[in-house]
C-alpha cells in the first residue's frame, strides 16, 4: 500500500491539460457496447476505474484497448456472455450501465450490487422502477443481481429524483427497445449530453439530452464512429481552487467553460479573481477570501462532487461558511480527516459549518474517495509541516498523475510505499 506525502506549498503557477471526464467515460465504454461495429473513443483517461471496466469486458468478449497514441477503440462484436463477475462489477458504482447497454441485445445480465465511492448506500430505485417499466424483471441474490427482458418496451418513465446515474442507464436501454422512451425529470449533466451525442453520432434517436425531458425513438441497429469525450470538469473545478489554497494563478486547459459556470460564480464570490477563454479558465489568488454559504445540487447546481474540495478552501476564509450537501448528505468524511488536521468544523444533518482562518496542520489522514483525497492534497498544500495521505488507490480511481499535475504547478507532493515511513507507516495502517 502507498501513501501520499505533501508540503506546504509556496505559491502555485503554471498550467494543466484537463482530461477526459472519468464519469463520461465509463457511460461512453457501456453505450460503445450497444454497436454492431467497433468504436474508437478519444480522450478517455488512463485511471483505475476504466482498467477494471477493459478487465470486466475481457471477461465477456468485449475488446477494449488503447492505442500508442491513447485513443481506445471498442469492438463489441466478439461478447459472448452477460455475467459480469460480482467482485469486479461491484468495485465501482457505474457497473450497472452494462445493463443499460447489453439487456436490449441479449436479454439477460448479471451483475454485483453497485460498489465504489459509497456515501451510505446510493439507491438503485430510480433504475429498477424504470427498466421495470420497460418490461425488465429483476432477481436478488447475496452477491449479484440479474435483469431480463425478452423485449425491452418503450415507456413514459417520470423519475422521482434527479438522478444521472439512472438517466444514462435508462437512456442506454432505450436506444434499442421497441418504440418511444420519455424521461421525465431527467438530470441535466454535461456527461448524459456526451452520452446521448455518441449514442446518435452511432445512429441512435434521442432528443432532449441536456433538458429535463429526453425523448428516444428505438432503433434495431447502430454503426461504429470516432467519438471524442468531454473533459473533466471536476477534475478542472479542483485545480482552480488549489490557486485559491495555496495562492498564485492556475490555469486549466481543454475544458468547457460553460460546465463550471456554478462553481466559477462560487469562486468569484469566494474571492478569486476568474478569467476565461475558448477553452481555458484561470483562476489567480487575491490574497483574501472571503466565507461563504454553499448547497449541492444537480446540475447545473454547484456539484456534490466538489464540495469536498471546496470544503478545504474553506478551512482558509476568515469566518463562518455553511455547506448544505443536499446530493449526498452523508458525504462529509472528508470533514473529519480535516479536523485531524486543525480545522475547525462542524457536521450536523447534511450541513458541514466551517469556522475559516484556523491554521491547518500536516497529519496522518486517510482518502475515502477520490474527491476526499484532492480536499486532503489541497489542505496539504496550505498546512504548516508534512501531510500524509492514505487512501491512494481511490484518488488513482479518478486521477491519472495527480502528483505530476500538482507537481508541474510548483506544489511538493511524492507518492511512497508505508515501508518509508517507519513508525509512521505502522501507525497509519493502524489508522485506517
Same mark, same amino acid.
Given at each position: 500500500?502507498?501513501?501520499?506525502?505533501?508540503?506546504?506549498?509556496?505559491?502555485?503557477?503554471?498550467?494543466?491539460?484537463?482530461?477526459?471526464?472519468?464519469?463520461?467515460?465509463?457511460?461512453?465504454?457501456?453505450?460503445?457496447?450497444?454497436?454492431?461495429?467497433?468504436?474508437?473513443?478519444?480522450?478517455?483517461?488512463?485511471?483505475?476505474?476504466?482498467?477494471?471496466?477493459?478487465?470486466?469486458?475481457?471477461?465477456?468478449?468485449?475488446?477494449?484497448?488503447?492505442?500508442?497514441?491513447?485513443?481506445?477503440?471498442?469492438?463489441?462484436?466478439?461478447?459472448?456472455?452477460?455475467?459480469?463477475?460480482?467482485?469486479?462489477?461491484?468495485?465501482?458504482?457505474?457497473?450497472?450501465?452494462?445493463?443499460?447497454?447489453?439487456?436490449?441485445?441479449?436479454?439477460?445480465?448479471?451483475?454485483?450490487?453497485?460498489?465504489?465511492?459509497?456515501?451510505?448506500?446510493?439507491?438503485?430505485?430510480?433504475?429498477?422502477? *424504470?427498466?421495470?417499466?420497460?418490461?425488465?424483471?429483476?432477481?436478488?441474490?447475496?452477491?449479484?443481481?440479474?435483469?431480463?427482458?425478452?423485449?425491452?418496451?418503450?415507456?413514459?418513465?417520470?423519475?422521482?429524483?434527479?438522478?444521472?446515474?439512472?438517466?444514462?442507464?435508462?437512456?442506454?436501454?432505450?436506444?434499442?427497445?421497441?418504440?418511444?422512451?420519455?424521461?421525465?425529470?431527467? *438530470?441535466?449533466?454535461?456527461?448524459?449530453?456526451?452520452?446521448?451525442?455518441?449514442?446518435?453520432?452511432?445512429?441512435?434517436?434521442?432528443?432532449?439530452?441536456?433538458?429535463?425531458?429526453?425523448?428516444?425513438?428505438?432503433?434495431?441497429?447502430?454503426?461504429?464512429?470516432?467519438?471524442?469525450?468531454?473533459?473533466?470538469?471536476?477534475?478542472?473545478? *479542483?485545480?482552480?481552487?488549489?490557486?485559491?489554497?495555496?495562492?498564485?494563478?492556475?490555469?486549466?486547459?481543454?475544458?468547457?467553460?460553460?460546465?463550471?459556470?456554478?462553481?466559477?460564480?462560487?469562486?468569484?464570490?469566494?474571492?478569486?479573481?476568474?478569467?476565461?477563454?475558448?477553452?481555458?479558465?484561470?483562476?489567480?489568488?487575491?490574497?483574501?477570501? $472571503?466565507?461563504?454559504?454553499?448547497?449541492?445540487?444537480?446540475?447545473?447546481?454547484?456539484?456534490?462532487?466538489?464540495?469536498?474540495?471546496?470544503?478545504?478552501?474553506?478551512?482558509?476564509?476568515?469566518?463562518?461558511?455553511?455547506?448544505?450537501?443536499?446530493?449526498?448528505?452523508?458525504?462529509?468524511?472528508?470533514?473529519?480527516?480535516?479536523?485531524?488536521?486543525?480545522?475547525?468544523?462542524?457536521?450536523?444533518?447534511?450541513?458541514?459549518?466551517?469556522?475559516?482562518?484556523?491554521?491547518?496542520?500536516?497529519?496522518?489522514?486517510?482518502?475515502?474517495?477520490?474527491?476526499?483525497?484532492?480536499?486532503?492534497?489541497?489542505?496539504?498544500?496550505?498546512?504548516?509541516?508534512?501531510?500524509?495521505? *492514505?487512501?491512494?488507490?481511490?484518488?488513482?480511481?479518478?486521477?491519472?498523475?495527480?502528483?505530476?499535475?500538482? $507537481?508541474?504547478?510548483?506544489?511538493?507532493?511524492?507518492?511512497?510505499?508505508?515501508?518509508?515511513?517507519?513508525?509512521?507507516?505502522?501507525?497509519?495502517?493502524?489508522?485506517?
Amino acid at each position: 500500500m502507498k501513501a501520499i506525502k505533501v508540503e506546504r506549498s509556496s505559491p502555485l503557477n503554471g498550467r494543466v491539460s484537463i482530461p477526459g471526464s472519468k464519469n463520461s467515460s465509463l457511460a461512453l465504454l457501456a453505450a460503445a457496447c450497444l454497436a454492431d461495429e467497433p468504436v474508437t473513443l478519444l480522450g478517455i483517461p488512463d485511471i483505475a476505474d476504466l482498467r477494471t471496466i477493459s478487465d470486466i469486458g475481457r471477461d465477456i468478449g468485449l475488446k477494449a484497448e488503447r492505442d500508442a497514441a491513447g485513443a481506445v477503440h471498442v469492438d463489441p462484436r466478439p461478447i459472448h456472455s452477460t455475467a459480469l463477475e460480482p467482485v469486479k462489477s461491484s468495485s465501482f458504482r457505474t457497473a450497472y450501465y452494462f445493463i443499460g447497454s447489453l439487456l436490449a441485445k441479449f436479454g439477460k445480465i448479471s451483475v454485483g450490487y453497485p460498489g465504489g465511492d459509497d456515501f451510505v448506500h446510493r439507491p438503485m430505485d430510480q433504475h429498477i422502477k *424504470a427498466l421495470q417499466m420497460m418490461g425488465a424483471t429483476f432477481r436478488f441474490f447475496d452477491r449479484h443481481y440479474t435483469v431480463e427482458a425478452a423485449q425491452l418496451q418503450g415507456a413514459a418513465i417520470y423519475f422521482d429524483t434527479i438522478t444521472c446515474g439512472a438517466t444514462i442507464n435508462v437512456m442506454l436501454a432505450a436506444v434499442r427497445a421497441k418504440g418511444t422512451t420519455v424521461l421525465r425529470n431527467a *438530470a441535466r449533466d454535461p456527461e448524459v449530453t456526451d452520452t446521448a451525442n455518441l449514442l446518435n453520432q452511432m445512429g441512435a434517436k434521442i432528443a432532449g439530452a441536456g433538458t429535463d425531458t429526453v425523448r428516444i425513438e428505438g432503433v434495431t441497429a447502430l454503426r461504429g464512429c470516432t467519438y471524442t469525450v468531454i473533459p473533466d470538469r471536476l477534475i478542472a473545478g *479542483a485545480f482552480l481552487m488549489a490557486a485559491g489554497v495555496a495562492g498564485g494563478s492556475v490555469t486549466v486547459d481543454d475544458v468547457i467553460p460553460e460546465h463550471l459556470s456554478s462553481c466559477l460564480a462560487k469562486l468569484r464570490e469566494i474571492g478569486l479573481d476568474i478569467e476565461t477563454g475558448d477553452h481555458s479558465i484561470t483562476a489567480h489568488a487575491t490574497g483574501k477570501l $472571503r466565507a461563504t454559504r454553499v448547497r449541492t445540487a444537480m446540475y447545473p447546481g454547484f456539484a456534490t462532487d466538489l464540495q469536498q474540495p471546496l470544503t478545504a478552501l474553506l478551512t482558509q476564509a476568515q469566518g463562518k461558511s455553511i455547506i448544505g450537501e443536499r446530493v449526498f448528505p452523508a458525504r462529509f468524511n472528508h470533514a473529519y480527516q480535516l479536523m485531524r488536521m486543525g480545522a475547525d468544523i462542524k457536521v450536523r444533518s447534511g450541513v458541514a459549518c466551517i469556522k475559516g482562518g484556523q491554521p491547518l496542520r500536516g497529519a496522518l489522514v486517510h482518502a475515502s474517495d477520490i474527491r476526499a483525497g484532492i480536499c486532503l492534497i489541497l489542505a496539504g498544500l496550505c498546512a504548516e509541516g508534512t501531510t500524509t495521505i *492514505a487512501g491512494v488507490q481511490h484518488i488513482e480511481r479518478g486521477y491519472e498523475d495527480v502528483i505530476g499535475s500538482f $507537481r508541474s504547478l510548483g506544489a511538493t507532493l511524492s507518492l511512497h510505499d508505508f515501508d518509508d515511513f517507519g513508525a509512521t507507516g505502522a501507525n497509519l495502517r493502524q489508522s485506517q
